[in-house]
Each structure stands twice: as C-alpha cells, then as structure tokens.
C-alpha cells in the first residue's frame, strides 16, 4: 500500500512539475513572440518616417526649382502650379503623421530630436535663395535621415549578427 501512495505521489509531483515548466516555457514563448512583434513594427514605423522624409524633401525640391522657373514665390507656385503645392502638402502630411507613429512607438527623447530635426530641416529647404544653398540643405535632410536611421538601429537589428561591413561568409582575419 505504501509503494502504491509513494508511486502515486511521485506521479503527481512530476505532473505538476511538467505542468509548471510547461507555463514557465509558454510565457518565455509569448514574451519572445511579444518583443519580435514590437521589433518588426518599430522596423516598419521608422522605415515608413524615413521614406516619407525623403518624400517630403523631394516634393519641397521640385516646389523649389518650379518657384525657380515661374521667377516668382511661393503664392505664384499656389497660383500658378496648384498640382505642385499640393504634392508638397499631401507629402508633409504623410511625414507628419509617420512622425507622430515614431513618437507613439517609441519612448526615447534623442530619437523624436532626431525625427523632428529632419522634418525642421525639410520644411526649411523652401526658404533656400538659390540652387547651391537648396542643394545643400536637400544633403542636408538625407544626412539627417541617416543620422534617426542610425539612432534607431539598435531597436530593431537582430541581437546576434556580425558586425557592419562582415559578412557572414567571409573568413576573418587571425
């Protein structure tokens, strides 16, 4: 009788002990899948900010250089080039609210500077006296694109892989 109440007990220790060990690896999985999802839309957030910047410099370029042509400012460009004002409004409102997806996704002060200093940057491109100076400033917001691209790496970069410039086929230096 007693080997049969040690065996029964036995028994159920190792079941709770499997069930216990089931539940600690089920919320380990969860939190893993968890913080992948979170990786994946910060990646595509910050992707979407970066795309719509360069957008958003670019329609501010054209505006620009059709200021330029019509001799005039920016009311002739209203006036005379309705299409082209638009274009620069439709792309500062994609920048705005990818802008404002960053800030929702992400908590960190230096990454909204930066994302805010490339919107500043674009915005200004249309205030630019001549071609050298829009040039300047359009290299200008790339360089600050790529700076909130950088800051941002370390968020959504896989944890294990070689570093910038290694592959990971190729064989490394003794």
């Keep these: 009788m007693l080997e049969l109440l040690i065996g029964g007990s036995v028994s159920i220790v190792l079941a ?9 690896n089920l919320n ?14 910060r990646m595509d957030t910050y992707a979407a900010f970066c795309a719509s910047v360069v ?22 460009v209203e006036r005379q080039r309705p299409d082209v004002a638009e274009d620069v409004r439709r792309s500062r409102a ?22 805010r200093h490339a919107l500043t940057l ?13 040039r300047a400033a359009s290299d200008e917001v790339h360089a600050a694109v790529d700076t909130f691209a950088r800051s941002v790496a370390s968020t959504v970069l896989a944890r294990k892989q070689p570093p910038l410039g290694v592959s990971a086929s190729s064989p490394r230096s003794s």
């Design 16 to 24: 709770v002990l499997g069930f216990v060990l089931g539940r600690v």
């Design 28 to 41: 380990a999985s969860t939190s893993l899948e968890r913080n992948e999802e979170l990786r994946r839309r």
């Design 55 to 76: 957008e958003y410099r670019r329609a501010q370029l054209h505006r620009w250089f059709v200021k330029y042509d019509l001799g005039g400012s920016g009311p002739d």
């Design 94 to 115: 994609a920048a705005w609210a990818d802008f404002y997806r960053v800030l929702m996704i992400c908590g960190d002060q230096a990454v909204e500077d930066h994302a």
């Design 122 to 134: 674009t915005r200004r491109m249309k205030h630019a006296p001549d071609r050298d100076q829009v």
